[in-house]
């Protein structure tokens, strides 16, 4: 019998344990579908004060492992848990003391392009193990993150991830495991390969693990002061020409292998406009740089089992169901129950997202007699731009500051158009779950937006399309791409067609999964 490969996947967010972004969705998902496969994956996640040990128990299989840093000898323990079989309605976390995050309103991730008519989710009895690193010094006290934008803000949350990717490689030989690969995942776990590197230096076990850096978010780097960061480690590492150093950097140097989580993002990141600074040191690494696109959770987003929305349904029983869903959404939020075109957006409103574009063409959509749901918080004054738009037209638009799991998927499903007309998109997961739910996107034509959505290009009902898609990042693209969905929403043979290519989509992460399973072949 063949030993299964064994694959330790460190991340600080997993879903639904401890939750922010897209980042959790997919360590929530993607290990479950690796071990599907065989794999014998493990996930390694702080363990974080937010993490309720009462809901998601966890047994403390190492008391105590003394961690040498620095001529200092700190302990660390190890719990152990799973991941819970049901990911659903309950994945919210409370973080330093900020509003409580949906699963939903942070997405950030996609699928890919294999379309299966009448796709059923099974139900599948999965359990991924996952050891909760702990250190009430680093790791135990505050949220997930420091700051609301999950951007870097002190040297604490350095030295936190620091301290976590020191602390993973000292478990191995107290938990009797030791990983083939160990799969990192952003600027947290950046600085694991060189580690890892000097730990192969002293102790031959280490020599033969191998490295898989993932990056869902190039503009999030992790970078600080050089100084800070070497005097914490007792390393001598080169500092940047700022006299930075910055722990992505060091991981796409120093992994065996890199990917990212869209094709086409992977080949834009190599390039001055998209690489966030790095794309000279992407593109040398370029047969090195792979991309694999992100599944979605179609055990919870399912829109024949959804116990948030008001009439569930399958592709057979779209047409009604989503009408009544519809009419169940403009009553909750007060606006007036119609047939009018209902446009939906569920996201971080942020520049990155293209929340500028939509709030100025707003006033086209009225025009229009379109009515426009956004929900999400983000920059203030993004934020100010949607409250004063719903303020001036409260028969049209409502705007909605908070994260909201429920009224996330009652917009997925009762929404016409879903708009995502982002500036870049290493992947993106919004558009997936809108056509999980039949509602049509709108999206730029970049990253995991263009890997995700084929555009409608007019061919009434024999078109193979989904979607509607816009080049250049301007007011004027986007209006055009939605009033030509608009146009196309008045013929309803038609729009019934876009709908039933749209949930025909295959956005299971076992694709993925396999994928990923053929580059860790590789890489070993």
């Not at 193990?129 to 934008?149: A, H, Q, R």
């Not at 390393?235 to 950097?249: F, I, T």
């Not at 061919?459 to 080049?471: C, H, V, Y």
Request: hydrophobic share 40%.
């Amino acid at each position: 019998m063949t030993t299964p490969l064994r694959v330790l996947f460190v991340t600080s967010e997993l879903n639904p344990l401890a939750k922010v972004g897209g980042l959790g969705d997919v360590a929530g998902a993607l290990p479950r579908a690796l071990r599907e496969l065989g794999v014998d994956v493990r996930v390694a996640l702080p363990k974080y004060e937010v993490i309720d040990i009462a809901k998601y128990p966890a047994k403390l299989v190492v008391k105590q492992i003394p961690l040498s840093r620095c001529g200092i000898t700190e302990n660390i323990a190890v719990w152990k848990t799973v991941t819970p079989q049901n990911l659903g309605h309950g994945g919210w976390q409370r973080e330093s003391g900020h509003t409580e995050r949906s699963r939903e309103a942070l997405a950030e991730h996609g699928a890919r392009c294999d379309r299966v008519p009448g796709l059923r989710t099974r139900e599948r009895n999965i359990e991924v193990p996952v050891y909760l690193i702990d250190n009430p010094d680093y790791i135990g006290s505050g949220g997930i993150y420091f700051e609301k934008t999950a951007f870097v803000g002190s040297f604490k949350e350095i030295e936190r991830f620091l301290f976590f990717s020191l602390a993973t490689l000292e478990c191995f030989a107290a938990l009797d495991w030791w990983p083939d690969i160990i799969h990192c995942q952003d600027w947290h776990t950046g600085m694991i390969p060189t580690l890892l590197a000097e730990k192969a230096k002293r102790d031959e076990r280490y020599r033969s693990i191998k490295t898989l850096y993932t990056v869902h978010n190039l503009a999030n780097q992790g970078r600080w002061n050089a100084r800070d960061v070497t005097n914490f480690l007792c390393l001598d590492l080169p500092a940047r020409d700022d006299g930075d150093l910055n722990l992505m950097e060091r991981g796409l140097r120093n992994a065996t292998a890199i990917n990212t989580v869209s094709k086409t993002y992977a080949k834009e990141i190599q390039t001055p406009e998209f690489g966030e600074g790095l794309a000279r040191l992407l593109k040398s690494e370029g047969d090195h740089v792979y991309g694999i696109v992100n599944g979605v959770d179609q055990e919870f987003f399912n829109p024949e089992t959804d116990d948030f929305i008001k009439q569930t349904y399958t592709q057979e029983t779209v047409n009604d169901a989503k009408s009544e869903n519809k009419r169940d959404l403009q009553r909750t939020l007060g606006l007036p129950e119609s047939d009018a075109p209902l446009f939906g957006l569920v996201s971080r409103f942020t520049s990155q997202k293209g929340i500028e574009l939509v709030a100025e063409i707003l006033p086209d959509l009225v025009r229009a007699g379109a009515q426009c749901v956004f929900l999400g918080v983000g920059e203030e004054h993004l934020e100010q731009k949607l409250t004063d738009a719903a303020k001036r037209h409260p028969q049209n638009i409502v705007t909605a500051l908070r994260f909201d799991a429920k009224l996330a998927n009652q917009i997925y499903a009762g929404a016409d158009l879903f708009l995502m007309p982002s500036k870049f998109e290493p992947c993106g997961l919004g558009q997936m779950i809108a056509m999980r739910y039949g509602t049509i996107p709108i999206v730029r034509k970049t990253g995991g937006l263009v890997d995700t959505v084929t555009p409608y290009a007019g061919g009434k009902t024999d078109d193979q399309g989904w979607g509607f898609a816009f080049q250049e990042f301007s007011t004027e693209a986007l209006k055009a791409a939605a009033l030509e969905a608009l146009e196309v929403y008045q013929d309803k043979p038609t729009w019934q067609h876009l709908i039933q290519n749209a949930m025909a989509y295959d956005s299971s992460w076992i694709h993925a999964a396999k994928e990923y399973v053929a580059l860790y072949h590789k890489i070993v």
